[in-house]
Every structure is written in C-alpha cells, then in structure tokens.
C-alpha cells in the first residue's frame, strides 16, 4: 500500500514538473483573457476562432481564451483570478466596469500601452460615441469590442395582419402607443409589445430616459439624476405601457426568455440588444424589421457591451502581446465578420467601409440600424460604486412596474441612495 | 514504552494532519478572515482601508433589503421543509413497498435531485415563462389567462418554494427510505397479527422510529434552505425588487457585484451565527425526544 503510494506521488510530482516546464518551452509570451456572453447564440464558438486564427498568425504568442458567464461572473472571475496570483493580462469585461476597475487600480489606461504613431492613430479610430464608456480623466482604458445599442425588433407579418404598413414601424412615442393597442389581440395570444426588465432594467430605462430628454449620470461618474421630473416621467410612460394602455404584460418581463417571446409571435414588438441579432435572424419563421428606438422628445439609446481592458499587472511583453491581441481582435475586417456572425456592430467607421460589411448591408440593411442609431446614443449608465447605483436603479424600476411603488416615490428613494454612495467621489 | 507513546502521539497527530488542514484552510481561516474583514471598511487606491468596527453590523440592521431578503429566507424554509419531508415520507412508503414499477418509481423521485440546481432552474424557467411556458399554456387549456409567474412579486416566492419542493423531496426520500427499511420487518407482522389499521402502523410505529432520520432531515432542509441559491441566478436575480432575493445571494451581489467586501463579511457573520445557532438548537432541544424508547 505504501509503495503504491510513493509509487503515486512520484509520478504527481514527475507529470507537474514536465507540464510546467513544457509550458514555458512553448509559446514566448502567454495570455490569459476572459470574456463575457451576454445574448442569445453560438457566440464562444466565433471569439474562440478568432483567438485561434491569432495564435496561428502569432506563433510566439499562446492566448487562453475563457468563457466566464455573463458580464458579471466575467468581472467576479478577472478579478478573483487577478486576486489569487493568477495570471491575467486582458479580458473582455462590461463597459461600465470602467469606474470600478479604475478605484481596484486594475487596469491601465492604453495610452500608456501604446508607442508607435500608428498605434496612437488607432486610439482614435472607433466610433466616438462607443469611447464615451471607456474614457475617463482624459484617459483611454477600454477599446470596444462586443457593443451594442438597444434597437426595436418587429414582426413585419404581425403588423400586416393588424393593418398596419411594415415598412414603416413606429417612429414616436404615440405611433408605439397606437402600433401597440393594434397588435394587441384581444384574447391575449400576442402583445404589442414587450421591453425586458430583469437582467438589464436600467439599460432599457437609459433608452426611455434620454427618449424623454434626460441622462441618466454626468460625465465623471458622482452624481445620478434619477428623480428629475423628466426621468421620472420616462418611467411614467414605461408603466404606462403595461397598466394604462395595456399594449405590454404587466409586471417584469425576462430578458432570457424575451427573445423566444418574439420568436414565437407572443409579442409583435421587442426592444433587445443588438447582440440579439443574428440569433433572431436564424430562428425567426416570419419576416422581420429592425428599427431605432422610437423618439419621445428625441431619439436616444444607450450604447452597451463590452470592451477590451489591459490588467496592470502585466508584464511589458505581455502588455504589447496583449495590445497586439486587442488590435488583431478589432481590426475591421475582423469587427465586420463578428458583427455579421452575431450582430454587434462594427465598432469604427472603417469596418462598415469593408466589403464584407458593405454587401451584408446590402441584402440584410437592419444589420445597420445599430450603428445608425450610434447618432443619437449616448454613455451607458457608468458610475462609481456601479453595482450598487445600477441595483438600487434596478429595484426602483422593478417596483414601479410591479405597482408597488410611485415612480416618484422609487425613483428618490434611488437617487437619495446613489446621492449617499457618491458624495465621497465629489 | 516511552518510546512507544511517543510514536503513538506521532500517529495520532500524522493521521489528524491532513483533516486539520483542510478544516483550517478551508473552515476555520476563512471564518476568522471574514470576521475580521467586517470590521475593517473596504480599500480603494482612493480610500484606504479604516478600522470601523460594528458599524458594519449596524448597517445591517439600518439596511431595508437585509430584512426583506432575511424574511424572504423565512418563508422559504417555512414553505419548503415541512411539505417536501411529508412528500418524502409518502414517496418513501410507496416506493418501500413491492409495487409495479418500483425502480422506475425510485429513479422518478430521485431525478430532480441528481439535476443540479441551474439546470433545474433552467427547465422551470420555461414552466413559469409567460405566455410561452408550459404552466401558461397547461392553464390556458382550461380558459385561465396568463400569468407573470416570476414578474410578480406575490407569486414569485411561491413559485421558486414548488419549484424547491420539487428539487429536494426526492433527496429526502432517499433518507426515509434508508430509515423504513432499517425497521424490523417483525413489527410490521406483529402490527398485521394484531389488526392494527395501516394509518395506525404508520403513526404508532414507523413514525416514531423515523424520528431520528426526520432530525436530520430537518437540519439538511434548513441548512439548504438558506444555502441553495444556484437557481436566482437563472431565474429572478433576486427579482422584482428584491422579491425573490436571498441571504445568500444578497451576500454575492454585495461582495462581487457592489464588491462592498467589508459589508459583505458582516453579512456573511450573521448567517454563520443565525445557522450555527440554530443547528445548535436542534441538536440539544430535539436530540433529546427524537430517540424511541
């Protein structure tokens, strides 16, 4: 028994010693990156295939690329791996990480990263609006790369059947309103339509808010407005929906299980990432459009997804391995073919110019309505202490919905809440 | 014979060793760390960290969400425990007798404990999704109108207690089983010669002699009452307005989410004492009456 043992333990210690020596034998520089998932679709299978076409081109550079669950569990894992001694160099995390991992002092900024001109230009090179959440003190610490913008997905058959024009979806409040009270069907089998408030409430809620003239935040990150009598107004019309002109459920609406909502014709209208649009585009039965969110005073949406961070501890060589990744993984052909295979948008202005992009347009045009809408999109909701403020935005929307609450009473106890959490970063 | 003490304690000691290691890096430090932990507020290149003392705990009483979700967690277990250890002791009784199909029956019960939790809660998810889920289109044969099973917050506790049920009475059964078929089979003849009904057998015999495996069931449902969150990620986050949320999630979205470490221990402290407490409680008020004489 004891010679078994020995016998055993031997052979533990021999397999570690060769695994880590090999390890270091084979690849010059290795990374490690997590990333995040947060719609609908095969969508580990595309990263997981662009690492590998990078490694293929950049034998020196071995990257283990991890699927770590939504933005959340994407965030938990970097920092928990940063935090044990793990190695970590990059990784896909929420946009509006960015407060946050700046305070942890996780991250630095690129425009330490980057040396070359030709690196500083590429800086510049993405849609302004997607750099407003990865911008802070004059600083660049995130690059786009899975971004999004929320955009309105209607059932073109559904509005045929209720007399309505289908190449023209609601463009305001009060055609959503009418759209909505037409596609509503008497005997409950189809809604108007449905905007998802679990998962991500606030981000929907940022869409209504600047709809009605409002932002959420200002540009630092201290202070929120979320009892100003415009968002309060906003939340207003998002009850409204449900419980006066009874076009949407009332109650909470799934973000998981919204997408299968639309596809089975339970709702003509739904209001969902972009992200999404792939995957609806391969499961939907019936002809669908896409369109921008519909203008209360104005148009608006909030920009959203993820980007692309450098953690500071990191070697310099892992720094430029990493750099080279991020630029591999955002060059435009590259941003056009993920925004194809899944439905993110190209994230600069040069991925739209590609070819591939161009005639995806071409046959597919609601395949350029995020990045249309990016014209009227503003920061999505980023702040310090952003758990905390989204949560307590979280809850304040989802009590008004579910009638237990004023939308003026949830909204100040909100905003009193991110008042006390905020006045020490003024 | 010194000597022979001596390697005696040796042994002793090499044997206790490793389950002292692994209790101390994984029980015992992390217990102290996060008490310590609450003591201390959290620390930022911005705010170092400072020596708060209680008024981590004092939040905890001052904090609205603490209390709805520490009553929510209440409820579960008062929905929960009491009717999935009855449907265990019925399931027991059926699958311990010789019926027709009786493996099949076992491995029924027993399905929705081998799931793990996500997965079940996954499934349930599109139970109680509305207007698509199977439980709205089930009722809807019937002519009752949709419902917002888990958009609700009167239903959404509700609905996560049968879906609880679901998932543990099997896990229990398991126990009873074990328990029914350690009873003496002479019981059940001497019950038979007497004319005893069969209720009667139950309560008078079986019952009693299952006491011992009912406290431990009892301290497993409570425990996992309080431990089993897997499925509010799926299902609610906790959701609407904190209708659905629980002790331990509430500690998880403070620690990874807000990443309010410091509040998160005192959070985390208070359970330990709330289960140790009433772990403690079982074992020396019920311990007493549970064995049959």
């Known amino acids: 028994m004891q010679k078994t043992l020995r016998k055993m333990s031997l052979g533990i210690a021999a397999s570690v010693g060769m695994a880590l020596s090999s390890a270091v034998a084979w690849a010059e520089t290795e990374l490690t990156m997590y990333y995040p998932v947060a719609v609908g679709g095969p969508l580990t299978k595309v990263v997981d295939g662009m690492v590998s076409d990078f490694m293929a081109e950049n034998p020196d550079i071995k990257v283990n690329a991890i699927y770590a669950g939504n933005y959340n569990d994407a965030r938990i894992k970097a920092l928990a791996a940063l935090e044990s001694g793990e190695p970590a160099q990059l990784s896909v995390m929420f946009s509006i990480d960015l407060n946050e991992l700046r305070e942890l002092d996780a991250i630095v900024p690129f425009d330490e990263v980057v040396k070359t001109d030709e690196e500083k230009a590429w800086l510049n090179s993405f849609y302004p609006s997607l750099m407003e959440n990865g911008t802070s003190v004059g600083k660049t610490w995130g690059i786009p790369f899975q971004r999004s913008t929320i955009v309105m997905y209607y059932n073109k058959d559904a509005f045929k059947a209720a007399g309505l024009d289908p190449d023209s979806p609601p463009a305001t409040w009060d055609e959503l309103v009418d759209a909505g009270k037409k596609l509503t069907t008497d005997d409950g089998s189809q809604w108007g339509m449905m905007i998802p408030s679990t998962g991500y409430p606030y981000w929907m809620f940022g869409a209504l808010a600047m709809q009605n003239g409002e932002v959420l935040m200002n540009g630092s990150g201290d202070t929120t407005y979320f009892d100003k009598p415009g968002v309060v107004e906003a939340l207003n019309f998002w009850k409204d929906l449900g419980s006066k002109h009874k076009v949407m459920p009332e109650g909470t609406i799934e973000w998981g299980t919204l997408r299968q909502n639309f596809l089975e014709g339970k709702t003509a209208i739904m209001w969902h990432s972009t992200g999404n649009l792939t995957a609806v585009k391969n499961a939907a039965k019936f002809d669908f459009g896409v369109a921008m969110l519909p203008a209360g005073k104005r148009r608006g949406t909030p920009t959203g997804g993820g980007n692309f961070y450098i953690f500071k501890k990191s070697s310099e060589e892992e720094r430029a391995a990493s750099l080279k990744l991020i630029r591999f993984m955002t060059d435009p052909e590259r941003s056009a073919n993920w925004s194809v295979q899944t439905g993110y948008m190209g994230i600069s202005p040069a991925s739209y110019e590609t070819e ?14 995020a990045r249309d809408q990016l014209e009227f999109a503003t920061a999505e909701l980023a702040t310090f202490q952003a758990g905390r403020i989204r949560k307590s935005l979280d809850d304040a929307i989802q009590a008004v919905l579910v009638g237990s609450k004023s939308s003026e009473e949830a909204l100040e106890e909100a905003q009193a809440l991110a008042d006390r959490i905020l006045k020490d970063y003024r | 014979m010194l000597m022979e003490t001596h390697k005696r304690h040796l042994l002793g000691w090499a044997l206790f060793t490793p389950a002292a290691i692994l209790l101390i890096a994984f029980t015992h430090y992390p217990t102290i760390a996060t008490f310590i932990n609450s003591l201390f507020s959290n620390s930022s290149i911005i705010r170092p960290s400072r020596f708060i003392g209680v008024e981590g705990y004092q939040d ?36 311990n007798k010789a019926v027709p199909g009786r493996s ?13 939790m996500i997965a079940v809660a996954n499934i349930w998810l599109f139970f109680y999704a509305p207007e698509i889920g199977m439980l709205d289109q089930v009722l809807g044969l019937f002519g009752i109108d949709s419902h917002n099973w888990l958009g609700n917050p009167s239903t959404v506790l509700p609905a996560i207690i049968v ?9 229990f059964m398991i126990f009873y089983l074990a328990g029914l078929q350690t009873i003496s089979p002479e019981l059940a003849e001497a019950a038979e010669l007497e004319g005893s009904s069969r209720w009667n057998f139950f309560w008078r015999v079986q019952y009693p002699l299952l006491l011992p495996t009912t406290l431990f069931v009892l301290i497993n449902a409570f425990l996992n009452s309080f431990k089993l969150v897997d499925h509010l990620f799926v299902l609610t986050k906790g959701g609407p307005d904190n209708a659905s949320n629980l002790i331990l999630y509430y500690i998880y979205e403070t620690a990874f989410s807000f990443l309010d470490i410091s509040y998160a221990s005192a959070l985390t402290v208070f359970l330990l004492l709330l289960l140790a407490v009433t772990a403690l409680a079982q074992f020396y008020f019920v311990d007493k009456r549970v064995h049959y004489r």
């Open chain 2, 104 to 116: 099949f029956l076992r491995i029924a019960y027993f399905t929705p404990t081998m799931l793990p």
């Open chain 2, 60 to 95: 905890l009483f001052d904090d609205p969400v603490f209390w709805k979700v520490f009553s929510n967690n209440i409820w579960l277990a008062l929905g929960t425990i009491p009717t999935s250890i009855g449907l265990a002791i019925i399931m027991a009784l059926i699958v």
């Open chain 1, 356 to 369: 591939t992009l161009k005639n995806y347009v071409k046959e597919f045009p609601p395949a350029a309505v």
């Open chain 2, 163 to 171: 879906m609880t049920i679901w998932k543990e009475a099997g896990f």
